[in-house]
């Protein structure tokens, strides 16, 4: 058994989703391998197994469910995927969604690669190169906690399909700054993130 028992995950994620025992044991060993690499470079400034819970499963499950309740999803891009937050949990959750990580740092793509074959997830493959070269669109990207955020936005609508729809999971003082910034996109109403951290996640859908 993992650093975290499955049953004290299953409690801190309540506020977030609700998750079957498989997928409880899947987080536990996520854990146990992101402590491990973590320890020789920096995937995530969290340490504590329990906020990393709440923080970056919780969160991540959260958004993609809304994502996924809104409008079918056959393809995803994690953009900036870093330790594999949002795209992982999401690829956990939507065993039919294929989702790319993009991430260009190679120490960061190379624990992503480890992480999926530990996992066993099929559905995903990692992108270990820069945004800019990627050849292909989706039906949903995501976004989260990323540097640059105004670029890395525009990076997120050029990825999207028309129709398609970005999600962001951003601070709350970031919400106006993103409407303002993109007018190709119609934005739904942001939803506050469970648990109080001041992240709202930012819905919308590319017009055009």
Same mark, same amino acid.
């Given at each position: 058994?993992?650093?975290?028992?499955?049953a004290?995950?299953?409690?801190?994620?309540?506020?977030?989703?609700e998750?079957?025992e498989?997928r409880?044991r899947a987080?536990?060993?996520?854990?146990d391998?992101l402590?491990?690499?973590?320890?020789?470079?920096?995937?995530t400034?969290?340490?504590?197994?329990?906020?990393?819970?709440?923080?970056?499963?919780?969160?991540?499950l &959260?958004?993609?469910?809304c994502?996924?309740?809104?409008?079918s999803?056959?393809t995803?891009?994690?953009l900036?995927?870093?330790a594999? &937050?949002?795209?992982v949990?999401?690829?956990?959750?939507a065993?039919d969604?294929?989702?790319?990580?993009?991430?260009s740092?190679q120490?960061k793509?190379?624990?992503?690669k480890?992480?999926?074959?530990?996992?066993?997830?099929?559905?995903?493959?990692? &992108?270990?190169?820069?945004?800019?070269?990627?050849?292909?669109i989706?039906?949903?990207?995501?976004?989260r906690?990323?540097e640059?955020?105004?670029?890395?936005?525009?990076?997120a609508?050029?990825?999207t399909r028309?129709?398609?729809?970005?999600?962001?999971m951003?601070?709350?003082?970031q919400v106006?700054?993103a409407r303002?910034?993109v007018?190709?996109?119609?934005w739904?109403d942001?939803v506050q993130?469970p648990?109080g951290?001041?992240?709202?996640?930012?819905?919308?859908t590319?017009?055009?």
């Open positions: 058994m993992g650093c975290v028992e499955t004290a995950i299953a409690h801190l994620l309540q506020p977030f989703i998750l079957d498989m409880l987080i536990s060993t996520y854990i391998l402590l491990k690499w973590n320890s020789r470079i920096n995937l400034a969290i340490r504590d197994p329990s906020e990393i819970v709440q923080r970056h499963f919780g969160e991540s &959260f958004a993609a469910k994502a996924l309740e809104q409008k999803v056959d995803a891009i994690d900036g995927s870093g594999g &937050f949002p795209g949990p999401l690829a956990m959750l065993p969604v294929q989702v790319t990580l993009i991430e740092q120490k793509a190379t624990f992503l480890e992480l999926v074959y530990a996992l066993g997830l099929k559905n995903i493959k990692v &992108f270990g190169d820069r945004a800019e070269s990627y050849p292909a989706a039906d949903l990207v995501m976004l906690a990323v640059r955020f105004e670029q890395a936005l525009q990076m609508i050029r990825l028309t129709g398609g729809r970005i999600a962001l951003i601070g709350s003082g106006e700054p303002r910034l007018s190709v996109v119609n739904s942001p993130m648990c951290h001041s992240r709202e996640l930012l819905i919308g590319k017009a055009s």
